[in-house]
């Protein structure tokens, strides 16, 4: 549909005519007609006059409809902002594992991922009667992705997070002079404490990261 019979459809829809729409616009009625007969377009300082008098967006009145594309990234999104820190992990693991299926390559899906993947391992590790085999998948997966993340991904922030992710596993893993090689030579040059420096302020990986998170929000 063309911008101009969109205009007559939301005309009619609004009980104008085209001699009572070009009076408030301050055009011609001609200049009406030609839009919806598609001769020509309105001026496009008339869209958000057109858009108000009709009680539309003007995304809507040029026909810029959302994509399937983009309400799904938006799902997924708001699943991150609300899964990302949250206590619910396999929830967390779930939406995070779905948005890096739909999306292997956007980054903070990925990231998310990885965290997820640690979040559920430590809880494995912490229960009463725990699957090594789970663990021991899980926790590589973690690293795999976060180590995608820190080799692909220009996002500084996006990067800093691999970055403390691994070292929190690693830590957590016992592989301290891997964690703290990581720290020295991967993170990014900064304004905040660097991780290595951070590493002294703390024993395990989980308080390191949220110690370094707190500094960067």
């Given at each position: 549909?063309?911008?101009?019979?969109?205009?007559?459809?939301?005309?009619?829809?609004?009980?104008?005519?085209?001699?009572?729409?070009?009076?408030?616009?301050?055009?011609?009625?001609?200049?009406?007609?030609?839009?919806?007969?598609?001769?020509s377009n309105p001026d496009i300082t008339l869209i958000a006059?057109?858009?108000?008098?009709?009680?539309?967006?003007?995304?809507?009145?040029?026909?810029?409809?959302?994509?399937?594309?983009?309400?799904?990234?938006?799902?997924?999104?708001?699943?991150?902002?609300?899964?990302?820190?949250?206590q619910d992990h396999s929830g967390s693991y779930w939406w995070a594992k779905e948005a890096f299926l739909a999306y292997?390559?956007?980054?903070?899906?990925?990231?998310?991922?990885?965290?997820?993947?640690?979040?559920?391992?430590?809880?494995?590790?912490?229960?009463?009667?725990?699957?090594?085999?789970?663990?021991?998948?899980?926790?590589?997966?973690?690293?795999?992705?976060?180590?995608?993340?820190?080799?692909?991904?220009?996002?500084?922030?996006?990067?800093?997070?691999?970055?403390?992710?691994?070292?929190?596993?690693?830590?957590?893993?016992?592989?301290?002079?891997?964690?703290?090689?990581?720290?020295?030579?991967?993170?990014?040059?900064?304004?905040?404490?660097?991780?290595?420096?951070?590493?002294?302020?703390?024993?395990?990986?989980?308080?390191?990261?949220?110690?370094?998170?707190?500094?960067?929000?």
């Amino acid at each position: 549909m063309t911008i101009g019979e969109r205009i007559k459809t939301l005309r009619k829809k609004n009980d104008l005519t085209q001699e009572k729409l070009a009076d408030y616009l301050c055009v011609s009625y001609q200049a009406v007609s030609k839009w919806e007969c598609g001769v020509s377009n309105p001026d496009i300082t008339l869209i958000a006059p057109l858009a108000k008098l009709f009680g539309v967006s003007a995304d809507e009145l040029l026909g810029i409809t959302e994509s399937d594309d983009d309400k799904t990234r938006k799902r997924y999104d708001a699943a991150l902002k609300k899964h990302r820190n949250g206590q619910d992990h396999s929830g967390s693991y779930w939406w995070a594992k779905e948005a890096f299926l739909a999306y292997p390559q956007n980054y903070p899906y990925v990231e998310w991922l990885a965290n997820a993947e640690y979040q559920l391992a430590f809880d494995e590790s912490q229960a009463e009667n725990p699957s090594s085999d789970y663990f021991e998948e899980l926790i590589e997966n973690s690293l795999r992705h976060y180590e995608t993340v820190i080799e692909d991904c220009t996002d500084t922030d996006i990067y800093a997070k691999a970055v403390l992710g691994k070292i929190m596993v690693l830590r957590f893993l016992d592989r301290t002079q891997e964690a703290d090689w990581s720290a020295e030579f991967e993170y990014p040059d900064v304004n905040i404490k660097t991780a290595f420096q951070a590493l002294s302020l703390c024993e395990e990986g989980q308080a390191l990261l949220n110690y370094l998170e707190n500094e960067m929000q």
